[in-house]
DNA sequence: CTCCTTTGTCTTTTT
DNA sequence: GACAAAGGAG
């Protein structure tokens, strides 16, 4: 009896075939997880391959964690060694080695997309560009793809030399590389293209990786852009050890680089690929799967599989339309109080939805019903405000090169020194080739901009002081004294507001990771715990020990896997999105699709989809069609809800019920269940009274007829002075007394 | 220089 | 509808 017997014939297959590439089609919940961390296994244990010449490339620091967590369950001795990591980290840390052969510092910065964006701020401002005809984001979309497709700026440049609308963008992706490279930082895409540029110049440098990493292994290949591709063909070159494992079907993330035909083309880059499916799931029910494969389909690019699992049919799928997007968050709640009543957990449960927007609605539902919930994705943690600035501080003490970090903080907390002021610090920067923070300590600079010159030097001072002090303390006391002498804290404690208190949570919140950081890490440094919290996606901080239920959109979701998953927004506009739909791409469409895919498949158990007619998108109200995508999932597999319902008549009735009162009832429902540190106008108590004037918000002016005390709520009369008569429930209508 | 109001953009997804 | 950026008043 060994490790691999657990395995079925295919895996086995996957696991035993270690020599040349190796193409693996895992479908999802096919165990492929299973199939890396024994082939890993099997690497070191039958084939005596050392630890340290093994790499393995996953999507998330989470998947990271975790394999690494499973090969040394299996292995135990010497899986410390393993390379296991993202593709982001592992160029990383082969740059920090030898990036200064390219001409950068070691201690580079990493910027994430806000810092980007100022950046390119900034070199609009240089050449001059017109804001109103260019926007950073686009400009900033087209040179992350030329990067992902390793297109230099040159190269950008002689690609579109005849292209005029191009020629602002060959300019700004020329100057914006340059001022990256003299605030010594890179940007997400840099850390590749750099480590692929790296290797192409310098022969040694590759070759000691190709020794070193003679069997490598990459997860979630679908999702990899060609600059991803290039960086592990040209490590695997010379063993020719190189398996990666994927599903087409879940390839998602064309918006991020990532090329498609890297999967479905990789036997023909690799001729002697041997492929093998796994098709076999151990995650859903047969139904699910069924829903899955069917709806999957209807998609044109891909090389066909079907999903099939011995565990048996299970439950249906239960679909849900609504009237209102607001009765569908409910529905999620009292289903999901159902289900924990039923003595399940909350954490078995996931919100999955399109777009993080449709978060809000759904946190409000759950917080009323009092259930315990976490948010993924959306802000950022070390996107919020504070957390920036912070960062900004550790970031100008550990290298003053990078000047947005320095601007950034130069006037947080608010010392008297305005735009005026930096622009001319800039200004002497620029004239004098020097950085921005060197300019500021310099004499000559502040003699130029008059009264504020002593606040500049002091903040200086400030930071001299604290690079002083770096020398001898800790990330977290570093973290400490920048709060304190700064007085940032004191700032925000004399604001004493609920956002200022959260922002001091959010303060000691990095403060804990900080001290995570100081004793995880091998050798502490302020330049390592930059590093690290530039990486780290929110999803890596799902935490598997407490209890509650995830809400996530259905990209973050990749991965994982929930006995019970709800499925909301399931509109045609929403999901899939209205730019698929109006796009003159049929294969975008296709994406949404993949996306749809992935996320049913995220289900173990039981699946619920929800839809609703109504629905506020930005700021206005939408009526959107159920998903085509619903369509697709054949009826006898869905659960609607209406089979119970004996008579026609019936049926009839539930369809047909005003809209209005049934959203309010739903309304009415939820409030019921309030608990009290929630603020929600109380029932009881109205505000008019029978004979007052009333405003309603589309019906204009009225007199308030009668008023009816119908339990949970109050039945409201008001004859209106243009569309008359009108019953509504309180709580729905908000009136307005005049 | 700071604070307040207005205006505009976003919403598709993220390492 | 929410939030950031820009512009104007003090």
């Not at 980007?116 to 992350?144: C, G, H, P, W």
């Not at 490590?235 to 680089?257: M, P, T, W």
Request: net charge negative.
């Amino acid at each position: 009896m060994s490790i691999y017997d657990t395995l079925n014939d295919m895996q086995k297959e996957a696991v035993f075939h270690t020599e040349g590439p190796l193409l693996i089609l895992a479908g999802a919940g096919s165990g492929k997880t299973r199939v890396l961390t024994h082939r890993v296994a099997y690497l070191i244990e039958e084939k005596g391959v050392q630890p340290w010449n093994i790499m393995a490339i996953t999507f998330t620091n989470k998947a990271a964690g975790e394999m690494k967590e499973r090969v040394q369950n299996l292995v135990g001795f010497g899986s410390d060694q393993i390379w296991v990591s993202t593709f982001h980290s592992s160029c990383v840390r082969i740059l920090r080695r030898y990036i200064d052969r390219l001409g950068y510092e070691n201690h580079f910065t990493i910027y994430d997309t806000d810092d980007q964006k100022s950046l390119m701020k900034d070199v609009f401002k240089r050449l001059n560009v017109d804001t109103k005809v260019y926007k950073e984001r686009n400009i900033l979309a087209q040179i992350s793809k030329a990067k992902n497709d390793f297109i230099s700026p040159e190269q950008f440049a002689s690609d579109n030399q005849f292209d005029f609308t191009k020629k602002k963008v060959v300019e700004c992706y020329k100057l914006y590389q340059e001022l990256l490279k003299s605030n010594n930082a890179l940007d997400f895409d840099d850390l590749l293209v750099k480590t692929v540029e790296l290797f192409q110049n310098n022969q040694d440098v590759l070759d000691y990786y190709r020794e070193r990493f003679k069997y490598i292994m990459v997860d979630e290949y679908q999702d990899t852009n060609t600059v991803q591709f290039k960086f592990i063909s040209m490590l695997a070159e010379e063993h020719r050890n190189l398996c990666v494992v994927g599903d087409d079907d879940q390839s998602i993330y064309k918006f991020r680089g990532a090329n498609i035909k890297n999967i479905l083309n990789f036997e023909s880059v690799f001729t002697d690929a041997h492929v093998i499916k796994l098709e076999q799931n151990y995650r859903s029910t047969q139904s699910i799967l069924n829903a899955a494969n069917e709806m999957i389909k209807n998609n044109t690019e891909r090389k066909a599989k079907t999903l099939w699992t011995d565990r048996g049919d299970g439950e249906k799928i239960t679909f849900k339309m609504v009237d209102f997007a607001q009765q569908e968050a409910v529905y999620v709640a009292e289903s999901i109080k159902k289900y924990v009543e039923e003595g399940k957990n909350y954490k078995d449960c996931a919100c999955l939805y399109r777009t993080n927007a449709q978060s809000r609605l759904l946190e409000e539902s759950l917080m009323r019903y009092n259930i315990p919930y976490k948010i993924v994705g959306g802000v950022n943690f070390y996107q919020r405000k504070e957390i920036k600035d912070i960062l900004a501080y550790l970031k100008t003490v550990n290298n003053g090169v990078d000047d947005l970090a320095v601007r950034r903080i130069i006037n947080v907390p608010k010392r008297g020194i305005g735009s005026a002021s930096i622009d001319k610090i800039q200004e002497y920067a620029d004239t004098n080739g020097i950085s921005f923070y060197d300019a500021a300590r310099d004499e000559r600079c502040l003699e130029h901009i008059g009264r504020s010159a002593s606040k500049v030097k002091s903040f200086v001072d400030l930071i001299q002081v604290l690079r002083t002090k770096n020398e001898f303390i800790k990330v977290v006391e570093l973290i400490d004294e920048v709060t304190e002498v700064t007085g940032y804290i004191r700032e925000l404690e004399a604001d004493n507001t609920d956002e200022s208190k959260e922002r001091i949570a959010n303060i000691e919140e990095l403060l804990t990771k900080a001290v995570d950081y100081q004793m995880k890490a091998e050798e502490p440094s302020l330049n390592g715990f930059l590093e690290e919290v530039a990486l780290v996606a929110d999803i890596d901080s799902l935490d598997p020990e407490s209890d509650y239920v995830v809400l996530m959109t259905v990209h973050s979701s990749k991965g994982l896997e929930f006995p019970n998953v709800y499925l909301c927004g399931m509109e045609d506009g929403l999901f899939p999105s209205y730019m698929s739909i109006s796009s003159d791409d049929p294969l975008d469409i296709e994406e949404e699709r993949r996306l749809c895919y992935v996320a049913i498949t995220r289900a173990m158990d039981t699946l619920h989809i929800s839809c609703a007619k109504q629905r506020m998108v930005r700021g206005e109200t939408q009526y959107n069609k159920m998903s085509r995508f619903v369509k697709e999932i054949p009826m006898e597999l869905l659960d609607t809800g209406m089979k119970k319902a004996q008579s026609p008549e019936k049926e009839k009735r539930r369809i047909t019920r005003p809209t209005q009162a049934s959203s309010a009832r739903d309304i009415i429902n939820s409030k019921a269940f309030e608990p009290r540190q929630f603020k929600v106008t109380k029932l009881t108590g109205l505000e008019y009274a029978e004979g007052d004037r009333v405003k309603h918000i589309k019906f204009g002016e009225g007199t308030v007829v009668t008023i009816v005390n119908g339990g949970r709520d109050f039945e409201v009369t008001v004859n209106f002075d243009k569309v008359g008569v009108k019953k509504m429930f309180a709580s729905f209508a908000k009136l307005k007394k005049l």
